[in-house]
Nanobody, 126 residues
Framework: QVQLVESGGGLVQAGGSLRLSCAAS????????MGWFRQAPGKEREFVAA????????YYADSVLGRFTISRDNAKNTVYLQMNSLKPEDTAVYYC???????????????????WGQGTHVTVSS
């Protein structure tokens, strides 16, 4: 089982940037696709971005496309979410998740993933 720990959340003004990190341990990281999800207060958890095990394939929610970038460093067992041009509606708890894969595809639904971090809070003030 892979263990995940997110970091990098915080308070930022609208238009600002943050970079979230998710460190994985416990298994061979390169065999796992990675995703970021978020849950705003009073709302369901939603997909944000995902990356294949190789890093060659990525997918984004329409709401963050062009503003967020997901990347990974398999040597460091870490996946990142660079968030630019942040908006108040990006305020949420951000979770990383992982799924062991045999191909280089990108899972995009919550039920695809079987291990989750504890989350990191992101607050964007207007």
């Amino acid at each position: 089982q892979v263990q995940l720990v997110e970091s990098g959340g915080g308070l930022v003004q609208a238009g600002g940037s943050l970079r979230l990190s998710c460190a994985a341990s416990g298994r061979t990281f390169s065999n796992y696709a990675m995703g970021w999800f978020r849950q705003a207060p009073g709302k369901e958890r939603e997909f944000v971005a995902a990356i294949s095990w190789s890093g060659g394939n990525t997918y984004y929610a329409d709401s963050v496309l062009g503003r967020f970038t997901i990347s990974r460093d398999n040597a460091k067992n870490t996946v990142y979410l660079q968030m630019n041009s942040l908006k108040p509606e990006d305020t949420a708890v951000y979770y990383c998740a992982t799924k062991r894969v045999l191909t280089d595809y990108v899972p995009t639904t919550e039920n695809d993933y079987n291990a989750w971090g504890q989350g990191t809070h992101v607050t964007v003030s207007s």
